[in-house]
């Protein structure tokens, strides 16, 4: 692959790796902390070696904080090393409210929904450029890994469902390494290696290999799956306050499935200047593009698709108010030719607070506009009252499925009867009313929302386990969501509980009824040094029966209206998870269903793994 072999090439380029050095021989701390600060080296420039002297690209965070009263959720580098997730689409099935929707094992096409949200309402956005949807109507996120991610952002709202990566940023002037790897059932392995060195060839230089593979526990016993790519970044500084980056990413896909495309390879790159004028301002501006390419199912033209991106994002931070602002223009179908989010947060610590954003796409002369206006009271004897409403349209690519290809005599080559059909697309009104309350206590917390919902239709989210789908008419519900975190520190120091119930007046098509989690977690740390670290969790996840769009895929594409939505029974999987920390070295093993459920599917006949363990190791070393 040609993305491996850059990162070879680029590994070459640096010094060679000298041996690999744990983190509790290096330096004593506080000679760490005085590099880490870049404010602090610039008045110490003088006494600051080369060789500890290093840049961070600049940033600034103008958007709102996390919380449930927001309807955003962080997983921070810790987070990120403390899970049992093996994808994104896994790190996603924490957030409470959000359901998991699987074609099958790792390597078959996947998606998150939360409020019934799909095609056009799904955004995944990478440092601000966003991963438009190529096939399809959202991002197969089977081809978006985690590998060189430091936070991944979920903004979870009846409007949209936003997921933003930030990619990994230095943090010390030495070269360092984190090694993740395991094996497990169905011949499960993976590995992801990521490097980041902050002083390399006059910048600083990261990637990341990035592989799952497994055998599958398909109909038929076995359906080898697979996702392999890499990260590759670039970064030129030019002090504190201004650096141009080059990066890379590239994901590939494949599943021995039947009516599933064999392989499918998306690759991203982007171009990117960012700029501090000042202490509360930073912007920038990127330009790029994005690819597919793969082989469609049932003798179906290949994708081949490429799309280009340009945009401008700023972030700004003036005492109690923070702003944020993205522009964006697209190079066509099946994305809006092009879009415009922006927010601004006001933080009263004696009040509360309140945000408001706006976003805007232009589909080739519709507009859709998407409003959200959240608010939030200070807590008064532990108790904090929120609300919110969101009100607007959302644009929806609607692919049709490719022509059919005939093979030309005597050359085995393919040839199409009609070129590559341009997607259609349909504005989809969504508005939607949420009040609730948070109660905080002595480490303990519960909140609770009533949420009404209502759309005038529901989309299909156009991957192929509903591709020949058709949009529904739209639903008016009611229902509310309860999460809590409880310490139980008085029967074992470390021990907490945790628990997530959304239910609804009524199901609709990715709407189950209810869907929960409810889980006991072990945290703590041991011996003077905390050196010697613990996690563990206990739990289960599970919704009610749910209703999708199955195409019937022996229909020719004229008869895709014929199709009719299918309900899956309900789901769950017990879980279980233990990780321990020595030093630097992370060693864990995951359970996943282990009560053996035989009958867990998101889509009919497409049953997922029983019974999975596996178990690895996370290792961060210094070079």
Sequence with gaps: MRVLSAIVTMSVAVAPLGAQQRPDTAPASDSILVVRDTLVMRSLSDTVPDSLRFYVAPKLNGRAPAGFANGIWLFEREDLLDTRALSLADLLADVPGVIRLRGGDYGVPETVTAFGLSGGEIRVLWDGFEQIPLDGAVTDLTRVGLGGIERVRVERHAGELRIELTSLRNSDPRPSSLIEAGTGDFNTNFFRGTFIHPRALGGSL????????TNGAGAGGSENGNRTGGWLRYTRHWGDDLALTVEARRMRSSADVTLYPGEGERSDWVVRGSWRPSSSLVVQGYTGGSTLTGLEIDGHLPVDRGRNQHGATADLVLGVVRASAAARLFGG????????????????PEVGGASVSLSRESW???GAVLTRLVAWSRPVAGFSLFGSRVGGRRGVALYPRSPLVSAVPNSGELEASDPEPIPGRRLTDRTSL??????AWRGSEVSAARVRLETDSLPVLGLPMDRDGVVMPGIERTGFEVTTRLPLSFLLDGLGFTGALTQWDEGARYLPKRAYQVGLVFHNRYLPTGNLEVWGSLGVEGRDPMLVPVGDHALPASALGGTIPVTVPFLQSWYALIQVRIIQLRVFVAWENFTMRRNNQDFPDRTLPVFRAHYGIRWYLWN
């Design 206 to 213: 990261g990637f990341t290999l990035d592989r799952v593979d």
């Design 333 to 348: 179908p099946p994305a809006p030719s092009k879009a415009l989010d922006l927010s601004v947060v006001a933080e009263l």
């Design 364 to 366: 080739y002369g519709e």
């Design 434 to 439: 949420r009040i609730g309350t948070t109660f």
